[in-house]
């Protein structure tokens, strides 16, 4: 069982940097592969990003690479999102997740099986 908690979002203007954090509590947090969703208003929830159980493989959905760098440290049991150069379109609620997978690095939804209750984060223009 692992509990994810979110926090760090807000409100910043179009080109602003934020960095999510999201700290997890129980076992073993370095045996889940951890990933990062957004959902927009009347949208699904859509992959942003995902980190192997090490931290060495990462991988990113097309439209935030080069943008925004997942990362955690397992001695902390917490894992980030650095989002730099933010854009209107990243406004959503941002969901922290973890996935017990066979796969170096898990990107299918369906496969993570413990999410946080989300951080919003609004990008003006």
């Known amino acids: 069982q692992v509990q994810l908690v979110e926090s760090g979002g807000g409100l910043v203007q179009s080109g602003d940097s934020l960095r999510l954090s999201c700290a997890a509590s129980?076992?073993?947090?370095?045996?889940?592969?951890l990933g990062w969703f957004r959902q927009a208003p009347g949208k699904e929830r859509e992959f942003v990003s995902a980190t192997s159980r090490s931290g060495l493989l990462t991988y990113y959905e097309d439209s935030v690479k080069g943008r925004f760098t997942i990362s955690r440290d397992n001695t902390k049991n917490t894992v980030y999102l650095q989002m730099n150069s933010l854009k209107p379109e990243d406004t959503a609620v941002y969901y922290c997740?973890?996935?017990?997978?066979?796969?170096?690095?898990?990107?299918?939804?369906?496969?993570?099986?413990?999410w946080g209750q989300g951080t919003q984060v609004t990008v003006s223009s």
């Open positions: 997740a973890a996935a017990a997978s066979s796969e170096p690095v898990e990107v299918q939804r369906t496969n993570y099986k413990y």
């Open positions: 129980g076992r073993m947090f370095s045996e889940y592969s």
